[in-house]
């Protein structure tokens, strides 16, 4: 089987053909293929299937523990993918539809490297929902939305904000970046909380300027990455919610790189950055 390494701002991912996937479980597949020392090494697996009807093509994506889920950096490499499959089908700068987990969404290839390997890619995130039940996470009765609520973790109190924008995100809004022993102790502690019932990805946030925060990333199912693409857009809505920066756009940085998240009238959520082709291989 043939796959393709691709990354979006340090989060990389193993991508194949839906086509060429028949022979084995999903979630098997990924757990063998992410596996750092025993496979290709990955943030995630992507399957992508053939268009039908308005769908360009249809999206997935598999953790390393073999969940699915959905990823926006992941979306964005998809759409590169199938551009250097097939470049005859598609026009620079115009819009097409993607089936993902959440449903349909816009996309549009903004700019495409002269040997396809990279490209600028923007997406649409879809409308980011508040409700405890959505997230899910265990808030009290008559919550309408997690802003600020305690958390108590390894004798720490946190006051967390959650949001799921694609995937479960909880929020953690500083004034610097965390230290790293805090970080590698207690972000695992709180995806795996009980007030989370399907656990929950975890973003500790700061501010770097007007409309741009710095985050590091611990990733439900993954542990530590270097980008999130549905996570930069959860810290950028839930800072606007918080009056934490300006209506937006929000510049969020991660170790992998930048992504610039729009949420136009508190609607659709857009996210647009790079995407990139590392290099190709064959599973044996």
């Known amino acids: 089987m043939r796959f393709t390494k691709m990354q979006g701002v340090g989060n990389h991912f193993v991508v194949v053909a839906e086509e060429d996937t028949h022979f084995a479980s999903l979630p098997e597949l ?15 697996l992507l399957v992508i299937g053939p268009g039908e009807g308005e769908y360009a093509f249809t999206f997935r994506m598999f953790n390393p523990d073999g969940t699915e889920d959905m990823c926006g950096n992941g979306l964005r490499c998809a759409c590169l993918w199938s551009y250097r499959r097939e470049p005859s089908r598609w026009n620079i700068g115009d819009p097409f539809t993607v089936w993902t ?20 890619v923007e997406v649409d995130m879809g409308r980011p929902k508040f409700a405890p039940l959505d997230i899910p996470c265990l808030a009290p009765s008559g919550t309408e939305k997690v802003l600020g609520h305690i958390l108590d973790v390894n004798g720490q109190s946190y006051p967390i904000n959650c949001v799921n924008t694609g995937s479960a995100h909880t929020i953690l809004f500083r004034n610097a970046a965390p230290e ?12 795996n909380h009980p007030f989370f019932p399907e656990r929950t990805t975890v973003l500790w946030a700061w501010p770097m300027g007007p409309n741009h925060l710095g985050i590091r990333i611990w990733e439900r199912g993954a542990g530590e990455t270097w980008g999130c693409g549905t996570g930069a857009c959860a810290v950028a809505v839930l800072a606007i919610e918080k009056g934490v920066v300006q209506s937006g756009p929000v510049v969020v940085e991660s170790r992998g790189g930048r992504l610039d998240i729009a949420w136009p009238e508190r609607d659709a959520m857009r996210m647009t950055g790079p995407a990139e082709a590392v290099f190709e291989g064959t599973v044996l």
Not at 180 to 191: A, H, K, N, V
Request: hydrophobic residues 40%; proline residues 2%.
């Open 30 to 44: 990924s757990l063998n293929l992410c596996a750092r020392a025993t496979g290709a090494g990955a943030d995630g």
């Open 180 to 191: 790293e022993e805090t970080f590698l102790r207690d972000s695992p502690l709180i995806e």
């Open 101 to 120: 987990k959440e449903g349909a969404r816009l996309c549009r290839l903004v700019s495409v490297e002269a040997d396809t390997q990279g490209a600028i």
